[in-house]
Antibody, heavy 122, light 107 residues
Framework: QVQLVESGGGVVQPGRSLRLSCAAS????????MHWVRQAPGKGLEWVAV????????YYADSVKGRFTISRDNSKNTLYLQMNSLRAEDTAVYYC???????????????WGQGTLVTVSS | ETTLTQSPAFMSATPGDKVNISCKAS??????MNWYQQKPGEAAIFIIQ???TLVPGISPRFSGSGYGTDFTLTINNIESEDAAYYFC?????????FGGGTKVEIK
């Protein structure tokens, strides 16, 4: 069965960096785009970034563009989110999600991880 | 950026009711609209894709309609287990954007 397991969250000071990972299993990872979606405490969902199945295309929310970098290692079935220059407003649960389309960049589909909490605080 | 205006923000329903949730896009997005259900402390569940297609495994009490700028999620014969937040998302253009969400309470 499809499994997505995020890791790397924690408490970090403003201005510092953190890298999240998402280990995927149960499907052909190299055939699907992957997304990061976040949810600040008590708030709605915010799409963060997507990477195409082969890593050739990447798109970001305006709120993270230039600070966050999405990447993937298809040999390790792992998705990453490098977060630099973190701000208090980046505090959220971060979810990775498998795209709902095959080999086309679409939207987060039916498989999400359990989420990892990132807290940016001094 | 496409803004999605979701309404209402909150609604209370009685078991057996029919519930409609609206999502209006600030520009034409064809049928590139998905709907998600989320319960507190859990990841979102994908329920409708491409505006009208029920995701496999989702109850047929859920349905979606709309095209262009106006979309609706309908829950027929609502049940207590449907109490949750519901979000729309457009994937017509980047950045992808979510609606603000609708909290559905069951009386």
């Amino acid at each position: 069965q499809v499994q997505l397991v995020e890791s790397g969250g924690g408490v970090v000071q403003p201005g510092r960096s953190l890298r999240l990972s998402c280990a995927a299993s149960g499907f052909t990872f190299s055939s699907y785009g992957m997304h990061w979606v976040r949810q600040a405490p008590g708030k709605g969902l915010e799409w963060v970034a997507v990477i195409s199945y082969d890593g050739s295309n990447k798109y970001y929310a305006d709120s993270v563009k230039g600070r966050f970098t999405i990447s993937r290692d298809n040999s390790k079935n792992t998705l990453y989110l490098q977060m630099n220059s973190l701000r208090a407003e980046d505090t959220a649960v971060y979810y990775c999600a498998k795209d709902h389309l095959y080999r086309v960049v679409g939207a987060p589909g039916g498989y999400w991880g359990q989420g990892t909490l990132v807290t940016v605080s001094s | 950026e496409t803004t999605l205006t979701q309404s209402p923000a909150f609604m209370s329903a009685t078991p057996g009711d029919k519930v409609n949730i609206s999502c209006k896009a600030s520009q034409d997005i064809d049928d590139d609209m998905n709907w998600y259900q989320q319960k507190p402390g859990e990841a979102a569940i994908f329920i409708i894709q491409e505006a009208t297609t029920l995701v496999p495994g989702i109850s047929p009490r859920f349905s979606g309609s709309g095209y262009g700028t106006d979309f609706t999620l309908t829950i027929n014969n609502i049940e207590s287990e449907d109490a949750a937040y519901y979000f729309c998302l457009q994937h017509d253009n980047f950045p992808l954007t979510f609606g603000g969400g609708t909290k559905v309470e069951i009386k």
